[in-house]
């Protein structure tokens, strides 16, 4: 089989490793002991353990790239790990990054992801250990990566989904809502901004970076559970509510005014949809003990006793808004769709 | 979009998590102090460095499933990254599981796949610490599965692909040309074996088993060099002898023994063939000082000196037979087929 000019196939497995692969840059940490080149790498852990998390993004199913570029993905995808290892209280030390790609795929493309994952891990002083390339059938891209990592400075335990206790303060690291309402526009078919409401949304859908400092900062301020939103507000803070067995109450005002601030890029309605619902904003969700929520933090809810530990009861642990118990399938993001 | 009975769509991501992931088992190893239900996993780090290492395996690219059950991809990806740990001088950790599916995949095969790969890391004494789920297009499965490691008791130090010294004795841990066998069956339609030769190379194209204590054996015996044979073995002793800077001159006797233990399953040329360039194998290759090379190793070959440092020059690193230099292009495989 033959292959167009500048695509993958042409360049052959060792072209994409010179040409793409290369565009992730050499890891310059002192602590990556052995880098990419080898069977695998080794990377020296100060601490005793390894945070060890993966995420992948699927051409047609996780972006469209009528919608998102190949640098917007690289972030993307970057930031999806990182998030899970700041909601843990960690801070990533390495990535290893796997392409797996139809080769037609033009090599412009791959060297374009493969820089905005180098870049985007670079800039939060992240190296890349290493990858893996393997081809596939016509029309697939997709792209994983693993992310390790240890616990922040000062951080002593990780911080679980479960652990929350009654009592406690539910606050988040960022505005939410953002990727959702982007998503929104990009189905409207508003590939550009008309406003600056619309800008913010459009690049959180797209390339999300997330202040990955407040993760150990939530954990050293004594932070009793937390997660990263990738799955909606409702959904994440239901997993965290069922694994602590306790209820969250969300705050109805706190909600409404993260909404506003995304009107116009959607009207109202819309918006507090997409603060409850909207997935892949992967800012960071969670408890703490009253007093400790730190500078910065938006408190969004409290944590009250389950009336029961039964999962399914109607008064066991989930997510109330106004009186109502909100069911997580009906606002989130399934990737089975089921 | 609806999906049929019994399919990963109909059973949602909760469903498919309940019960295709459970089938990974719940790791057991005291070193996982936060396993899988979390952001990411925690896995305790006894030596001061994590070895790393991440290998795919696509439908339509890396298996048919007319050829192999999911059972067999299963033991398949596992053995490819323990492979790579083992070729180190290391021993796994932990295992992080993709599973990247058409929402028609069914239930049953995907169950199936993550039962194999938990039972295969169970045997080798491996956790499953966590994995992610993520939907494809129509007809798209892909397994990728990340292992961490440490180095073996008493290695000190990682065995690298740069290390070979002129004078050292080059052999494997096992018989090569297994899988490459194995596979030329499966494309002349022989899927059931005639003669215990096909049935060797049938299962280990199939489901490939490596002893993985062969590497961290290797290492303490003072290997200088070392890589699993993945990409056949000329390809793979290309690269050893690139990154060492030697010369490697295969033994023709050792090959041709080899390749005779093969017949029926091919005939001698064909043998010979799949000896020289079959992949898949996840033998160790592996130089070592004179008299050093541990009991069950076949010494294949001897190192010598480079005439030359330059990768490109006729008389530079590589590998040689007969006088002849191996071109690595010709023998063995390329993701890319380019």
Redesign the interface.
């Known amino acids: 089989?033959t292959y167009g000019p500048g695509s993958?196939?042409?360049?052959?497995?060792?072209?994409?490793l010179r040409e793409v692969f290369a565009a992730l840059g050499d890891p310059v940490s002192p602590d990556v002991?052995?880098g990419p080149?080898?069977?695998?790498?080794?990377?020296?852990?100060r601490r005793?353990?390894?945070?060890?998390?993966?995420?992948?993004?699927?051409?047609?199913?996780?972006w469209l790239d009528e919608w998102s570029s190949a640098t917007d993905v690289g972030i993307k995808v970057v930031t999806q790990n990182l998030a899970?290892?700041a909601?843990?209280g960690?801070v990533g030390t390495?990535l290893?990054v796997?392409l797996?790609a139809d080769?037609g795929l033009p090599l412009a493309w791959a060297r374009e992801l493969t820089a905005a994952i180098g870049g985007a891990a670079g800039r939060s002083g992240v190296p890349v250990?290493?990858?893996?390339?393997?081809?596939?059938?016509s029309?697939?891209v997709?792209v994983?990566v693993?992310?390790?990592?240890e616990l922040g400075d000062g951080v002593t335990r990780?911080v679980?989904?479960a652990g929350a206790r009654a009592g406690d303060l539910l606050a988040v690291s960022g505005q939410l809502g953002r990727s959702g309402t982007g998503w929104l526009l990009l189905r409207q078919g508003v590939l550009s901004a008309r406003s600056d409401p619309e800008a913010v949304a459009l690049e959180h859908h797209r390339r999300p970076v997330t202040d990955l400092q407040r993760g150990p900062e939530a954990a050293r301020a004594g932070a009793t559970a937390?997660?990263?939103v990738s799955d909606g507000l409702v959904r994440d803070a239901d997993r965290l509510a069922r694994?602590s067995l306790v209820r969250l109450e969300l705050d109805d005002d706190a909600l409404r005014s993260m909404a506003t601030a995304l009107v116009p890029a959607a009207d109202l309605a819309d918006a507090v949809t997409q603060v409850l619902s909207g997935g892949e904003e992967h800012e960071l969700l969670a408890t703490f003990p009253p007093g400790c929520v730190p500078d910065g933090w938006t408190v969004i809810g409290r944590t009250a006793d389950a009336d029961a530990v039964d999962a399914d009861a109607r008064q066991g642990p989930g997510v109330w808004l106004d009186g109502d118990k909100l069911d997580p399938a009906q606002g989130g993001w399934?990737?089975?769709?089921?």
């Open positions: 089989m993958l196939g042409q360049a052959g497995e060792a072209g994409v002991l052995v080149g080898d069977d695998t790498a080794l990377l020296r852990v005793g353990a390894v945070l060890a998390t993966t995420d992948t993004m699927v051409r047609g199913r996780d899970d290892l909601s843990m960690g390495g290893l796997s797996v080769p250990l290493g990858g893996d390339l393997s081809s596939a059938p029309g697939v997709m994983s693993t992310a390790l990592g990780p679980l989904r937390m997660l990263d694994a399934d990737h089975f769709g089921g």
